[in-house]
């Protein structure tokens, strides 16, 4: 237990190190080097040797130092002594030994595994990336099914990430720096500081613009990638799939741009789409038929030569009449004008046809370029999307939308086009281990090749009678849920029948009371628990709701074999190096802190089910079978990180030459990085699964009182819009929403001294930004304090900067801030808390995806009496 | 300007897989043994390991099919789906060995495989 001899080693006197490891204060986790002196660090610096971050560093790293030697860190068990939980309860905190602490927790966690497991829900952080394999391999040895992540699958995730899966088999999105010229982003800031391979993307995206490449920014909000664009395109919020189907219009029947041949091989543009939306289907082998031109017949799309399959007209084939999806699409965008694009978006007609036109143009359809030798399809164009404009019930229509433009045009996973991170790797030279590339499924459609677990995005599960808390099994293209906290979750579980209700809760680090929604709703949840564990850093207002909380080692204490796989997480895209760090203890634990891997471990054995443990490490992190962990056998921490290491890179590259070495890097050949013309798979740009999946979904939940809006199923997206676009309440004229400040990540940062100083420093980061010329008409003057008031009466306080970079309707306000608990001291009254108006319930999350709406109609009120 | 897209790209073998091992004919009176290990979820109740013999050839699927047969439907709708094929997050190895397609035949040229069978948690975000 608690195997911290190489930490402890490195409290020497006299040693003057630079030790490489990774970063954990945002899921980017770039490399760094640590600088320690006499045992103390002095300084984070960007690691060069390392693909990830590129030897950059955001303000966030560099300040990490601060963060680990806060005074305020947890350094001690401590047990809960007040019964009664709630908001303003005192947990009456008792500091108590460790044995006593896991003693506690492993009597628990024994009798809820024998009466049944899925009591159990493990909860993480987004921000440790290397969390996800121990938390997942103890949940699944347990046996529990129920697992979360925080609210950032909420906040984004549900869309992004899915249908980046379904269309680039990654887990987002990005331009092909190196080769792009046109990028739009909606809602993004991929390359500003923040996000997947924050740091890489830093350096790629500022050399694509001394390059020239020209950047559009959607956003309700002129900041971090939008004032360094070449043109902001302000909209109202939460209609960009308003603007991307506008802008698909024009391209495809305004301009008739749209790459023939890519819809052909690549999509599902020529399947023959029948009266009841569905593909029309060989009768033989069911595969879906395409019109065959040169036969005049249709025929099965594996049998038909790219070229030869129509794209347009009207056929008949298995006695229905029937199209082309491709034409289905092409009349389904007539109705989305740019004049209609206006009224929705504000944004002018005008420019919908200018940015449209110049995205088709520059697509320079046809075209091809030679890299590293290799011939290559050339798009330099790409839409890329994230959590601005995911942040919606309409998640799932809105990114599609945007990908839409991309796949007309061809430019997806080719040379300057729009790529996924790193969706094929034909694995390390010397093991052939790590390949992975995406395959078709019986339909020709894309299975993703890598996922970050192993239900993946397509083929589309099917809808079951729930038995997960989440509800993702009648819900499959949901994945994090927000029923696990919700007002109406114990309705839900009533009507699905749920055979069980959760009773015990292991949290690592999450601050779930501020990062989903409304704080009493999720407090109302925390509090039915009989038994919560939270693994932290400080006493969070979460953490304050538990049992038992334990210090965890941060992460300049603690050691991941694979701080940044799977590469279509946050190694960058494009050319260069397939690239795989650690993460290494820098510094020993301080007092009684231990690293949370080995305190799963501990439990697994004081429970007695060390062997589940081992398979479940064996099969999460697919070890080779000559490293495989054995029997029960009570591995370290470590020598589950060296059998992972020389499992897949032989050997040789044990956990000792990773220590010294940091990471291991190889090349990427162009046919990994643009693998699409080497694959033969096609994506859907017409969704006909989504069919049969409402009929499915209907057939269980309806009879059970819960009905499902078809409009959210359609297989062609549309503009649905967000509840608060039907909010009518007179004085209620501003859409209200949150953005990712890129010096901050999550709520955690806001503890962090040095960056609580920029915030200081920075007009917005602690402000509430309404328009200058709509706030002076109302009255308002910069720094006057409001309220922000929500149509359901919820309300948050906060200070006025008045600036002519928002949007007239929009209200922003910065990251996830205003801590209220002891527990935190520095992040405590500081900056507003958004989350605290949005509701958390069946109204207010998607019905296909669970996304939760993140905007809210406010009215703005000044507060009396102060100045 | 004007290449077809599917024109451009000359050497089309760089993903293309190894040739799948050659599966070698077992007599039909050829008696297998295999230890099943259930772990997680699906040891619950479960013996471990399960042993099972099979005569002739036989896979993944004839394993699950035969789990079935011993602990009913319930332990079958954990882990197929509607159509019966095994579901993408029961990970199944053999011999360590993770396999992704149940019909692959398993070759057994110790005196027994082990099978080890563990479901994953199905869903992530963030």
Known sequence: MNDMTAATNLLNKGDDAWVPTSCAICYGSCSILAHRVDGVI??????????????????KGAAGIMSHYDPNRLTKPLRRTNPKKGMDEDPRWKEIGWDEALDEIATVLKRVRAEDPRKLLIQRTTTVTASRNPLYAFGNAFGTPNYSTAGGGLHCGNGAHLISGIMHASWSVVPDFSYCNYAIYFGASKGHGAGHAAASNMALAAEARVRGMKMVVVD???????????????????????LALSMCNVLVNELAIYDGPYLQAKTN???????????????????????DGATGAARPFSDVPPADMALQGDFEANGVACQPAFQKLKDHLKKFTPEWGESITTVPTANIRRIAGEFGREARIGSTIMVQGVNLPYRPVAAIAFRGSQGHMNST???????LLNELVGASDVVGGCLGF????????????????????????????????????????????????????LFPLGMTSPFLHSDDSEDLWDRFDLPYRPEVMINFGANLLMSIGNKDVVARSLAKYKFMVSIDLFETETSRFADIVLPDCGYLQTLDSRSNFPFIFSLPAGMGEWCWPIRQPVVPPDGEQRRFQDILLELADRIGFRADLNAAFNATMDIAPECRLQGDRRYTWEEICDADLKGNFGPKHDLEWFKEHGVIKWPKNPEEVYWRPFVDVRVPIYWEFLVPLAEKTAAIAEPRGLKIPAEYYEPMPNHLPCLSHCCKAPGFDFYAFYYRDSIQANSFTMENPWLDETAKLDPYSYTIAVNADVGKSKGLRDGAPVWVESETGRKVKGRVKLTQAIHPEGLGIAACAGHWGDGMPVAKGKGVFFNELLELDWNHASPINFNLDLCAKVKVTPVEGVQ | MGVRWDAVVQDREFWSEAAPPSIRAQAACVKSSVQVWLFGSLANGAERPVNLEFRGPFCVADVVAKLGNLYGTAFLDRVTDSAGAIIRNCRVFVNGQAVDDATTPIQIDAPHADIELILLTAAEGG
Request: hydrophobic share 35%; net charge positive.
């Open chain 1, 42 to 59: 002095v300084k984070v610096e960007g690691n060069p040797d390392s693909v990830v971050g590129k030897g950059r560093q955001c303000g």
């Open chain 1, 220 to 242: 309700p909000m002129c900041n971090f990638a939008s004032a360094k664009a070449t043109e902001w395109v302000p909209l109202r919020v939460g209609t960009d799939a308003a």
């Open chain 1, 422 to 473: 790193n969706p094929a790797c034909n694995g390390f030279p010397d093991t052939g281990r790590l390949r992975y590339v995406p395959k078709p499924d019986p339909d020709g459609l894309m299975i993703t090749g890598m996922w970050m677990t192993y239900h993946y995005p397509y083929p589309i599960g099917e809808p079951r009678l729930p038995k997960l808390m989440g509800l993702q099994d």
């Open chain 1, 397 to 403: 229509y809105a990114f599609y939308a945007i990908d």
């Open chain 1, 269 to 291: 543009a020529p399947y023959l789409i029948g009266p009841d939306k569905r593909y029309v289907r060989d009768t033989a082998t069911n595969k879906p038929l395409v019109w």
